[in-house]
């Protein structure tokens, strides 16, 4: 089937049957199918319905749409969300053009977002790290050892 005739709905179901086939996680199956019908909604409601639509634009706008979409609380989306979004389209557009559906991989070139970076929640007060200090046997190698560690 050539990428004129083939609706985004059937690569998805195809890209989903082959991820089955290669022993993938039934929940990651499930996370990407979810995400691709996301995709595939926002694309069909721009009249992108064929895979032949599929173009880095294409791609570009909808990682704006995520990056711009408020969720139902007024917040945007975080940047793992709209990463846990793309990944499944760019492994699908990769797939596609692997599979001979596109000549180019139309999101080959999209940043990822970067995952935040978080502090500890939970440290140790000064007083606990001389409680945890105090522990070790300093007469024996052991307790010397577990100190310098």
């Not at 595939?40 to 639509?53: G, K, L, P, Y």
């Amino acid at each position: 089937m050539s990428p004129e005739n083939l609706t985004l709905e059937n690569a998805i179901a195809r890209h989903l049957s082959w991820l089955q086939a290669h022993n993938y996680s039934e929940a990651t199956i499930a996370t990407r199918a979810w995400s691709l019908g996301l995709f595939r909604t926002w694309a069909e409601e721009r009249s992108a319905a064929e895979v032949a639509d599929l173009s880095a634009e294409l791609v570009e706008r909808y990682q704006r749409h995520l990056s711009q979409r408020p969720k139902a609380d007024g917040w945007p989306l975080a940047f793992r969300t709209q990463r846990t979004r793309l990944v499944p389209l760019r492994t699908l557009c990769r797939w596609l053009k692997r599979e001979g559906y596109l000549a180019a991989n139309p999101a080959e070139d999209i940043i990822m977002p970067r995952s935040e970076q978080h502090l500890p929640k939970n440290i140790f007060t000064p007083g606990e790290v001389e409680t945890v200090l105090a522990v070790p046997d300093l007469a024996s190698p052991t307790g010397l050892r577990d100190r310098a560690i």
